[in-house]
């Protein structure tokens, strides 16, 4: 192992899928430094668990970034820390839009004092790989990211980090069976309509994000739009019955407009996808990934087929 690579939200979807993605990379000369808020907890233990010579557990908070980083080059030993995936979570409880921009400013220059030789940071695609930088999008937490993304871009300018900016758009992983996915699901129905939606699945992040930290050169000072699928509400309803038997499960549209106003960012979202939406190149990302997953592919593999 003669590099080590620090994979923020290790134990979620995202960086758990940067960590899959890099481990099934054989040989690997990468130590994976998996930062968990608590190194003793299951979802930890069960992540070391999967390749004890190569991931190590590093305790340590966002919010205390320069602290993340003494502990990451404690727990790496002599192996040069050479890589950062950098993913902040934007929504959720006790989340806000400055503290996201607050990480992920810090993660940024924590990694240039540390000499990290190659950042991928986790934005989200805003209409196109060159309409994305000028593009902040009324969403509160797409704006944060634009934000983010000209900073990394602005401050490496006469740095010798290199970088590379994944742009994912929706996640498959999103839905989920119960009663609040059919509310979202109606909620996308009532306002999208007929406008086709793009998806992703996030272990294709972590395949592109892999590609990045393997070939830095290639990947250097790029910014990409990641999708898997694009479907009309229709189509993505008919990927359901064909796979489980049933269309997308939705409920009264009262409901999902209740959503819509009731939790402000997300009905700016789906105004967003009905009104300008996402623009990944799919030709270039199967260029790249001829195996990137489709909707209906990863509907057999979801808890909408296994938890029957």
Not at 102 to 113: H, T, Y
Not at 135 to 160: M, Q
Not at 215 to 241: E, I, Y
Not at 267 to 285: H, N, P, Q, S
């Amino acid at each position: 192992m003669s590099r080590a690579i620090l994979v923020t939200g290790a134990t979620g979807n995202q960086g758990g899928a940067v960590v899959d993605a890099l481990l099934s990379r054989k040989p690997s000369d990468f130590l994976l430094l998996a930062v968990t808020r608590d190194a003793k907890s299951p979802s930890a233990q069960s992540l070391a668990a999967k390749s004890p010579s190569l991931i190590r557990l590093v305790e340590g908070d966002l919010d205390s970034t320069a602290r993340l980083f003494e502990s990451a080059k404690q727990v790496a030993g002599t192996v040069p820390l050479w890589g950062v995936y950098s993913v902040q979570v934007s929504m959720g409880k006790g989340v806000t839009l400055e503290g996201e921009i607050k990480q992920g400013k810090a993660m940024i220059d924590e990694s240039i004092k540390a000499g990290v030789q190659h950042f991928v940071y986790s934005s989200v695609e805003r209409g196109g790989d060159e309409r994305s930088w000028d593009n902040p999008t009324p969403v509160p937490h797409f704006k944060t990211k634009h934000e983010i993304e000209h900073y990394l871009r602005d401050t490496t300018a006469r740095k010798s980090m290199g970088w590379t900016i994944l742009r994912p758009v929706i996640f498959m992983d999103n839905l989920v069976p119960g009663f609040p996915g059919k509310v979202f699901m109606t909620m996308l129905r009532d306002t999208i309509k007929d406008k086709p939606i793009q998806w992703i699945a996030t272990k294709d992040i972590g395949f592109f994000a892999a590609e990045a930290f393997h070939d830095p050169k290639t990947w250097n000072k790029r910014a990409v739009g990641l999708t898997g699928d694009v479907l009309t509400f229709s189509q993505l309803s008919d990927t359901f019955q064909r796979v489980t038997g049933r269309p997308a499960g939705t409920t009264f549209g009262l409901l999902g407009k209740a959503l819509k106003h009731g939790v402000a960012e997300m009905g700016l979202m789906v105004d967003w996808f009905r009104d300008e939406g996402y623009g990944a190149d799919m030709a270039k990302i199967e260029k790249v990934h001829p195996n990137v997953t489709k909707m209906e592919t990863w509907l057999k593999n979801s808890a909408f087929v296994n938890s029957k």
